[in-house]
């Protein structure tokens, strides 16, 4: 059976706005949190460190790793949504 012609276009227009999003917070975490807001995220303790210091450490890596799960989860929704999904 043939899919209408734009139903491609709304499935790019979801995957890409999950990667957008996904990206987006991958910036902030990695580039916001463990470079620019360090000085004042250091003003909060976690687990005895500063809060700066643990997002650039390793903070950084369990939302790295947490998104990539996210990814995958919502990516197929989206393939099930727009009927592209693999059994």
Known sequence: MEKPQGSGDAYWRA???LLTTV???WFV???GFGIILQPMLDSI???GYP???WFAQ???IYIFVAL???YAHRMGQIDREHDVHED
Do not use: A, N, P, R
């Open 45 to 47: 303790m976690l687990g």
């Open 68 to 70: 990539i799960f996210y």
């Open 23 to 25: 990206l987006i917070i």
């Open 29 to 31: 975490v990695s580039f």
């Open 15 to 17: 995957t890409l706005g």
């Open 51 to 53: 809060l700066g210091f």
């Open 58 to 60: 390793q903070g950084s």
